[in-house]
């Protein structure tokens, strides 16, 4: 991986609104382009919620936000690239409106890539709150290689605006456009219009004088194209070009899509073609549409308001930072089923990533089997740690329980052979206090969780010495994984 020494920090429009949230709430997200040498480059973008930020008074009497982002793109094989800086806020004269699109952060970087597969990773932590713990987004993606004798695609990036750029910099694109990228995990919220761009690299290679290039709306479980919106250009072939276009999504009721951009000869018949799947949240379609929804969560679900909202609640461990982030502006019981319902027809198309879990039936076990074993005197089981965990990456290939000893607190290892490209991971649960059940995790081996070397030391809570204890010699319990595959079908 070699580095593009470029980075900017900007301003970025904002997209969602709501109450002021404890956490961070930032959105990491990414795309490949191929330069004209035909090497691969990475563009990484964090966006970060000006509203989620603390403020602080600084010299010159203004209120700032400051926040660490720490950076880290990592190769099977090779030493992982990290970069770790402080991102500071604009001042501000006072914090009474901190909804303004000025007060939100986007970071932009570059790498450039060689084929194979990537953990990307960022991490910011708030550094004007006392109590501010990290927070991380894991994003895994595979590089491909260039191939110099067919035509190919950059990936499709979504933007907000574009302007002519008068001084060459990270956002000015090979057009000498520069482009401000709508960083959403490609979700639009309320927005009127979708903006697309994406690079064609060598179209000479068609066997086409000139082609036909067009970019159409689909529903990700039809292959029928939505006539209404659909956009067609004309263009010569060559070594590289750029193909930009906008299309109205107002009037989209609020479900998964596929925007498709293809390539075709004048018989219509396709040469080349690329998509990428987004989803509409949208309360500007019409109230029949909205109706619909609700009637049909009626059907499916019918829960009363006060069960709803706790079913919203248990949704937070596999819903994406937009989602988090949207739910907060959920008011009236109408709003509430057309979210939840839309929620789960999104993933009757899009599974959850590490559990192919694509109805709520089929979480909701989880859910239960959570409440029933891991509860604490704390809080619900799907809250604790090991809930989460199991809400987030799915049932365990292998769950091993260690009673108390005399050296020892009761403690569990849960293994999971792969989560994404990530082989053999492990979590570690301990029971430190022996009182409350909650199992906080105590170490993991995943991109992205708590990792701490240190493990087996820290379990010692009651330990004399340490070194007499023999981790090899463990009666090791698995009963508790036949009951996790009796839960849901694998």
Not at 72 to 93: A, C, D
Not at 455 to 466: H, I, P, T, V
């Amino acid at each position: 991986m070699q580095k593009i020494v470029l980075r900017i920090t900007l301003f970025c429009l904002s997209l969602i609104s709501g109450l002021k949230a404890q956490d961070i709430d930032f959105i990491l997200d990414q795309n490949i382009f191929t330069d004209p040498s035909g090497k691969k480059y990475l563009e990484v973008y964090v966006y970060l919620d000006g509203m989620s930020l603390k403020y602080q008074e600084n010299s010159k009497k203004l209120f700032q936000a400051k926040v660490l982002l720490e950076l880290t793109l990592s190769k099977e094989g090779q030493n992982p690239v990290v970069e770790k800086y402080l991102l500071e806020g604009s001042s501000i004269p006072d914090t009474s409106d901190l909804s303004k699109a000025s007060n939100n952060l986007l970071d932009v970087h570059r790498y450039y890539l060689e084929p194979g597969n990537y953990i990307l990773s960022a991490k910011v932590t708030d550094q004007n709150h006392p109590d501010s713990k990290p927070i991380t987004a894991i994003r895994d993606f595979e590089c491909n290689k260039a191939d110099l004798t067919q035509t190919e695609f950059s990936d499709v990036q979504f933007y907000l605006s574009r302007s002519k750029s008068n001084k060459a910099g990270i956002l000015t694109k090979p057009d000498g456009i520069d482009y401000l990228p709508l960083v959403s995990n490609n979700t639009f919220i309320r927005q009127d219009s979708m903006n697309f761009y994406v690079e064609l690299y060598r179209t000479k290679t068609l066997e086409t004088d000139p082609y036909f290039i067009s970019a159409s709306i689909r529903q990700a479980n039809s292959e029928k194209t939505l006539e209404q919106y659909t956009y067609t250009l004309k263009k010569k072939p060559s070594d590289f070009d750029v193909f930009t276009g906008t299309l109205m999504i107002s009037n989209l009721p609020s479900q998964t899509y596929v925007l498709s951009i293809e390539i075709m000869n004048s018989k219509r018949e396709v040469l080349a073609n690329t998509s990428r799947k987004f989803f509409v949240y949208n309360d500007m379609e019409d109230v029949q549409s909205i109706s619909e929804y609700v009637s049909r969560y009626d059907l499916a679900y019918g829960y009363p308001e006060k069960e709803l909202d706790y079913h919203i609640s248990c949704l937070r461990f596999i819903s994406s930072a937009t989602e988090l982030s949207f739910v907060k502006t959920l008011s009236s019981p109408e709003e509430k089923k057309s979210y939840f319902y839309g929620f789960w027809e999104k993933r009757k198309n899009e599974p959850l990533k590490y559990t192919n879990i694509s109805q709520w039936q089929e979480f909701q076990k989880l859910i239960q089997y959570a409440n029933q074993k891991f509860k604490s005197r704390l809080r619900d089981g799907w809250e604790t740690d090991r809930g989460r965990i199991l809400l987030q990456y799915g049932i365990p290939n292998d769950v091993q329980t260690y009673p108390s000893m005399n050296n020892t607190v009761p403690y569990e290892i849960w293994t999971y052979n792969k989560l994404g490209v990530q082989p053999g991971v492990i979590f570690v649960f301990a029971d430190n206090d022996l009182i409350t059940n909650e199992y906080p995790l105590l170490h993991s081996t995943k991109y992205g969780e708590a990792n701490n070397p240190r493990w087996r030391l820290d379990l010692l809570s009651r330990f004399k010495d340490a070194n007499t204890v023999d981790y090899d010699h463990i009666d090791r319990n698995r009963d508790i994984r036949g009951e996790f595959f009796d839960v849901t079908p694998r």
